[in-house]
């Protein structure tokens, strides 16, 4: 199943350096380490990441699973946005099952992204819930958040063939 995972991890990112538009990678998302939040300012600045959508599907590897695709386009680098000194990254994605989840520190984020990545996937979310997200982009105060955004992740049925009904000695159906 790990190989399964890194191998749609690793075709994604190939397919996305090649500069097509294509699923993105999958990216982990956990809770925050404490003290790694820093000061997330208040939503409406220019510095912001914009053009939020998400895509959600089945997933095509794993039965009753979804895969959700969110894109962004990633905010202007000026000098507010450079990366503090010792960080390589400077946005990343949260995710809240929670309406005030972000005000309440109810969420999950993703590790710190560079500055060009526009897509992250969500490998097999909750099925039926409504998510929340937004994107944080690093600038000179802190944290500056786009807007946030809502998808639904769908329920993804599997009908197993029933193998009950046949003989596994000769293969008849039973009647």
């Known amino acids: 199943m790990r190989v399964l995972t890194w191998s749609l991890i690793l075709a994604a990112a190939a ?4 500069g097509a538009a294509a699923d993105p990678p999958v990216e982990a998302f956990a809770p925050l380490p404490p003290g790694d939040n820093g000061a997330v300012l208040p939503p409406g600045s220019a510095v912001a990441a914009g053009e939020l959508s998400a895509a959600a599907e089945c997933h095509p590897a794993k ?3 979804a895969l959700v695709a969110l894109r962004w386009r990633p905010a202007a680098a000026t000098d507010e946005t450079a990366a503090p000194e010792g960080l390589t990254a400077d946005q990343r994605v949260e995710l809240s099952k929670f309406r005030d989840g972000f005000g309440t520190g109810r969420l999950v984020a993703t590790r710190r992204l560079p500055a060009a990545v526009g897509a992250v996937a969500v490998d097999s979310p909750e099925p039926g819930i409504h998510y929340y997200w937004r994107v944080l982009t690093w600038g000179a105060g802190g944290w500056t958040p786009s807007a946030v955004e809502r998808f639904e992740v769908p329920v993804c049925p599997y009908d197993q063939p029933d193998l009950s ?3 596994a000695s000769s293969g008849s159906e039973r009647r």
Do not use: C, G, H, P
């Open 15 to 18: 397919t996305l350096a090649a």
């Open 63 to 65: 039965r009753r699973a």
């Open 165 to 167: 009904r046949f003989e």
